[in-house]
């Protein structure tokens, strides 16, 4: 079959074993023109080749031993230096006969003009072959054209958006590729060039695969140069998480209205009406207690002397400025804070404590606690790292010690919320709200064995703004982390509400912040990127208005509990009579 040419919109023609190109007649070869057989002059050509080349080392060798000049020759050594001539040149033109032979009887341009008007003219003999007579020599017994492939259409849900559409033959011949797994999936980007070309292959190719169809994930409408190496690996699409808006929320004297991206209704209804309840009240106080992220190696020795001699010179203070110009070393924004260790026999575990700026600051830790354990290399190295994190960090997981020692920024937020404002907007009692925070969020939480879980709701808080603002989701196990007070002041008059959080991980910079979408969440906020005049204002903002949308939430939920319209407020907000799949359609 004749090559497809890329990105043509010809069909794809069959060579017929009849036609020939119009060439001059009787064109002879190269090798004609020999007075002996091919085989047997390259034969000779070889041999005195071969042979002068000897004669002429030899004869240079001895003139060199008997001091005789180079360049004086006799006879015999010119009759040499012509056979070797004459013999490079012939074996230098046998070995490029060919080349030269497609060079000189190459055809014009003319010709395959005129081949590419007879296929033309032929399309319309082909299509009346039907193959319903026996082939004999003198007929055209080749098969009717083949037609182009169908453009692979991917629908899509996205408004205001064309189909994704692949149409070229060289995007078909990589799914298949794709399919057949002679090309990885994961390659397709650095092999293309181009991402989204690259997700939507793969993701057609993924389609084959599984014989599912993907037409309600979107494909266009994102960056994905932007998510290379950063965000996500090997992707076919995005998924769509509707974004609401909660506020304005008062805190420290400035408005802020709150993204929140979620799926469950009433969420941010219900936040709202927390945010109108505070600020109605005059507002809510939050204060930064702490601000440094952690991450914990884990090293072995023989024995546990040693681990224990390298616990005393770690915890020794005079040893921390040494161990911080090494640690530091990393970023001019880590700053090494602290070091605190645990010993589990012969295992040590080592928890620096930094600072990292706007960024939530994990690797920035991790290179700093390479640079230290290295270091330490020199006086113990006998020290076996195991790992470089050995989860006394704790990073994604539920831990004391982040409940204890706090991990990323701890943050305090309180309010005095005005009986009145309880009545009238939260429609219950500031008796019934200090009764069931003890019952419920104390006592009950205590009964259930809770680790860092003594609130109503504050993971659905930090998530929601997690998920606007590009933060690491995982990590909402430990930012979520939260103790909820309640009391009553002013003679019983007022609430006092106030929420404790140890351990929120939040950035401004670095990961999903840098989306597009996310960076106009935290741009409504005011902290997009790093903060100019103080490294690290944007991400300590950011905390404290998670700890204080939390402190909203946990006041509305709190008053839907105690008034009995939890239920009530759900059927409302979070059911849906209508058929989604009917109204996407």
């Excluded at 000049?69 to 004459?86: E, G, K, R, Y």
């Excluded at 509707?242 to 929140?260: F, H, T």
């Excluded at 009950?444 to 606007?468: E, K, P, Q, R």
Aim: hydrophobic content about 40%; aromatic content about 6%; charged content about 20%.
């Amino acid at each position: 079959m004749e090559a497809p040419r890329l990105y043509s919109t010809k069909p794809v023609q069959s060579l017929k074993p009849t036609k020939k190109i119009p060439l001059e007649e009787d064109h002879g070869k190269a090798s004609d023109a020999l007075p002996l057989p091919l085989h047997l002059t390259n034969a000779l050509f070889f041999t005195l080749f071969f042979s002068v080349v000897y004669f002429l080392l030899s004869r240079w060798r001895e003139k060199i031993r008997t001091s005789t000049a180079l360049h004086v020759v006799t006879f015999s050594d010119i009759i040499a230096l012509l056979s070797f001539f004459a013999s490079f040149i012939y074996l230098l033109g046998f070995f490029g006969i060919d080349f030269v032979q497609s060079l000189v009887f190459q055809p014009s341009p003319d010709v395959w003009v005129a081949e590419d008007e007879e296929d033309d003219n032929e399309v319309l003999l082909a299509k009346e072959d039907t193959r319903k007579v026996p082939c004999g020599q003198a007929l055209d017994c080749s098969l009717p054209p083949l037609l182009p492939a169908a453009p692979i259409v991917t629908p899509q849900k996205v408004f205001d958006e064309k189909p994704v559409t692949v149409t070229t033959e060289e995007d078909e011949e990589l799914i298949k590729s794709v399919v057949d797994g002679t090309t990885p999936s994961y390659s397709l980007e650095s092999k293309l060039g181009d991402c989204k070309r690259a997700a939507a292959i793969r993701r057609e190719a993924l389609q084959r695969l599984t014989g599912k169809s993907l037409s309600g994930l979107p494909l266009d409408g994102l960056d994905y140069e932007s998510i290379l190496g950063q965000c996500c690996e090997m992707p076919v699409g995005y998924v769509q998480i509707p974004v609401g808006i909660a506020g304005p929320l008062l805190v420290n004297g400035r408005e802020y209205s709150v993204p929140m991206a979620t799926t469950e209704g009433c969420l941010v209804a219900s936040t709202n009406r927390g945010c109108k309840a505070i600020h109605l009240s005059g507002g809510a106080t939050s204060v930064l207690l702490k601000d440094g992220m952690t991450r914990a190696p884990c090293v072995r020795f023989g024995t546990a002397k040693r681990a224990a001699d390298l616990k005393l010179y770690l915890e020794d203070p005079d040893n921390f400025e040494t161990l911080s110009v090494v640690f530091n070393r990393s970023s001019r924004f880590g700053r090494l804070q602290g070091i605190k260790c645990a010993i589990a026999g012969k295992n040590l575990y080592i928890r620096f404590t930094c600072s990292t700026g706007d960024a939530m600051g994990m690797n920035m830790v991790s290179k700093g606690v390479q640079n230290v354990l290295d270091f330490l290399q020199t006086d113990f190295p006998d020290m076996d790292v195991i790992g470089i994190s050995g989860n006394f960090c704790s990073d994604k997981k539920p831990a004391a010690v982040n409940w204890i020692e706090g991990r990323g920024k701890s943050v305090v937020c309180e309010a005095i919320i005005k009986g009145d404002v309880i009545k009238k907007v939260l429609k219950t009692s500031v008796e019934s709200l200090v009764e069931l925070n003890m019952l419920k969020n104390l006592t009950g939480s205590a009964m259930a064995g809770a680790l860092g879980g003594f609130n109503a709701h504050a993971s659905n808080i930090v998530t929601a703004i997690y998920l606007a603002t590009g933060q690491d989701p995982a990590q909402n196990v430990e930012s979520s982390h939260c103790i909820t007070m309640m009391e009553a002041v002013n003679e019983g008059k007022d609430l006092h509400i106030s929420v404790t959080m140890p351990s929120i991980e939040v950035g401004t910079v670095g990961g999903g912040t840098q989306l597009a979408s996310q960076s106009a969440c935290l741009n409504l906020l005011g902290v997009k990127g790093a903060s100019k005049e103080t490294p690290g204002a944007n991400s300590r903002t950011l905390a404290t208005i998670v700890a204080s949308a939390v402190l909203a939430g946990e006041l509305s939920l709190m008053s839907a509990l105690a008034a009995g319209q939890l239920v009530k407020s759900h059927m409302k907000y979070n059911r849906s009579s209508k058929d989604v799949s009917k109204a996407t359609s």
